[in-house]
T-cell receptor, first 115, second 111 residues
Framework: SQQGEEDPQALSIQEGENATMNCSYKTSINNLQWYRQNSGRGLVHLILIRSNEREKHSGRLRVTLDTSKKSSSLLITASRAADTASYFCATDPPGWGGANSKLTFGKGITLSVRP | EAQVTQNPRYLITVTGKKLTVTCSQNMNHEYMSWYRQDPGLGLRQIYYSMNVEVTDKGDVPEGYKVSRKEKRNFPLILESPSPNQTSLYFC??????????FGSGTQLSVL
């Protein structure tokens, strides 16, 4: 099944720096979603970007989508220690009536923000 | 408060002893789904449901059962658990094509 692949697998930065995480996928999508997971807890939705959108913002988060390159990036600006978590991209392919029924997650990026 | 409630949070059992992990959501969502998360494998979908009495297999359904008799509840049943089902399980729900809400997870160990 289609799967987003995140890059890098792990990222360590200093508090205050920006963190950029990338996601690539193989086939067309309906939308792409980013989630955060704190140490074994449930995933929390960050941003959903649809295939006809190129950029979205939410607070310190900025997501871009390039459907020609089949890639997305998540930028966290002015990072904080509390941003330490795993980040996942998830792709929703078209043709399944929506509803996330075929939403497929990547393996995640581990972000460590050093105080 | 909008939430997905999973129980139990931790469960240790023995091979072959039937168990049920409950999942309930209070957001009137049509879509519900179960995932398992294993190191190095990410999240994999077990079963999903588009609405009451409508369920379908995900990527790794073997050894699991589900039911959707009410809109709010979507229990995961392991009829005869085996050690390879030791994993972290998540229930999730959403409105159609919108963001998923996840439960807090159930850490299952099958001895």
């Amino acid at each position: 099944s289609q799967q987003g692949e995140e890059d890098p697998q792990a990222l360590s930065i200093q508090e205050g720096e920006n963190a950029t995480m990338n996601c690539s996928y193989k086939t067309s999508i309906n939308n792409l979603q980013w989630y955060r997971q704190n140490s074994g807890r449930g995933l929390v939705h960050l941003i959903l970007i649809r295939s006809n959108e190129r950029e979205k913002h939410s607070g310190r988060l900025r997501v871009t989508l390039d459907t020609s390159k089949k890639s997305s990036s998540l930028l966290i600006t002015a990072s904080r220690a509390a941003d330490t978590a795993s980040y996942f991209c998830a792709t929703d392919p078209p043709g399944w009536g929506g509803a996330n029924s075929k939403l497929t997650f990547g393996k995640g990026i581990t972000l460590s923000v050093r105080p | 408060e909008a939430q997905v409630t999973q129980n139990p949070r931790y469960l240790i059992t023995v091979t072959g002893k039937k168990l049920t992990v409950t999942c309930s959501q209070n957001m009137n969502h049509e879509y519900m789904s179960w995932y398992r998360q294993d190191p190095g494998l990410g999240l994999r979908q077990i079963y999903y449901s588009m609405n009451v009495e409508v369920t379908d297999k995900g990527d790794v359904p073997e050894g699991y059962k589900v039911s959707r008799k009410e809109k709010r509840n979507f229990p995961l049943i392991l009829e005869s658990p085996s050690p390879n089902q030791t994993s972290l399980y998540f229930c999730a729900s959403s409105s159609l094509s919108e963001k998923l809400f996840f439960g807090s997870g159930t850490q299952l160990s099958v001895l």
